[in-house]
């Protein structure tokens, strides 16, 4: 993993002093060399040291030369992210000073690999998935966002940004579930992390709402796309069924065929029956397109009180079921009864 320091970066330096750091990293007789210099208000001071690597840990012990100083103190670098771009750094002074140091790579020249291969572009890989409306509960809720902690890393919290009584809020996980005001449910919320490394994050984000619900995958980084992508994808199937998801693309289709019924049999009426039969197939459209809304729509419900009992596991599927049937049975009813009433209404 070291090997992946070797070029130049330039970061910030914050702690109990702040300022501008420029680090370089040669191989030097099978050892990787690193040069540091530092501008902290105004004063320079130039370290240098070898990498090390002692349980799991990668570190370089620093010798300072400071100006105007004649023993200066020492330092010492504990890499605890190494990426491609960015490092993330914890320093350390002999004299008790202490902070993180953040750098990104900045190359004025093509490094060998480069020079042999040519110059290779970082690319953003992106993938969103969608997701059919969800009824979420709080715990379950809770395991999504512990999933999304898990998958990005580091020690940045889940955002979560919700409408809650007509006003959008936003605030960490960790402060969100403790809140008091919270509403027995929301039709819309919005979780999103990064892990905040520069200059290119990894991003997970999840919208679900009653319009689209989505989840969104971004990194530089195209494995821990796809292996993430695939998490979350098992992650929501356990939260709805295939019958649910096929009713919520076609539950409404039994609203065409009643066009089609009343196309079929409206001429062969009079006026007055022809009112009766539409009045009555568009109140049954209606009642259609409100039971599939009531059945699909998405439900988070923060109430802990709340939680996915046996039934609430099976109702999609068997509302769903229950539904269709009445439908198909209340069109195969009506195709055998109208005609009769029809000629009734046309004597």
Request: charged residues 20%; neutral net charge.
């Amino acid at each position: 993993m070291s090997e992946e320091l070797l070029g130049q970066w330039i970061g910030d330096l914050r702690g109990t002093d702040v300022g501008n750091a420029y680090m370089v990293v040669d191989k030097e007789e099978q050892r990787l060399k690193v040069e540091v210099t530092v501008n902290v208000a105004g004063s320079i001071t130039k370290a240098s040291g070898y990498v090390e690597q002692k349980a799991d840990q990668t570190f370089v012990d620093l010798s300072l030369q400071q100006e105007g100083v004649d023993t200066p103190p020492t330092a010492k670098i504990v890499f605890d992210r190494i990426g491609r771009s960015s490092v993330g750094c914890r320093w350390f002074t002999s004299s008790g000073h202490k902070g993180v140091l953040q750098l990104s790579r900045v190359e004025t020249k093509a490094t060998e690999g480069q020079a042999a291969n040519g110059s290779k572009p970082i690319e953003i890989v992106a993938r969103e998935g969608k997701l059919p409306s969800l009824r979420i509960f709080r715990s379950e809720l809770e395991t999504i966002v512990a999933k999304m902690r898990d998958l990005v890393g580091g020690p940045n919290d889940v955002v979560v940004a919700a409408t809650i009584d007509g006003r959008q809020i936003k605030r960490f996980a960790r402060d969100f579930f403790v809140s008091a005001d919270l509403p027995q449910y929301v039709t819309a919320i919005n979780l999103s992390i990064n892990d905040g490394r520069q200059p290119f994050m990894s991003v997970l984000v999840i919208n679900l709402s009653e319009l689209e619900s989505t989840f969104f995958v971004q990194s530089e980084n195209a494995l821990w796309v796809s292996g993430s992508y695939s998490e979350l994808e098992a992650l929501f199937r356990r939260y709805s069924t295939p019958l649910g998801s096929l009713f919520q693309k076609h539950g409404t289709n039994a609203n065409p065929l009643l066009v089609l019924f009343a196309l079929a049999f409206l001429p062969e009426t009079h006026l007055l029956a022809r009112f009766v039969i539409l009045v009555g197939l568009v109140g049954l459209a209606m009642l259609i397109m409100r039971v599939h809304h009531g059945l699909t729509s998405t439900r988070v419900y923060l109430d802990p009180a709340l939680t996915r009992g046996f039934f609430s596991k099976v109702w999609p599927s068997l509302l769903s079921a229950l539904s269709a049937a009445a439908i198909l049975g209340g069109l195969t009813w009506a195709y055998n009864v109208f005609p009769g009433v029809a000629l009734w209404f046309a004597k």
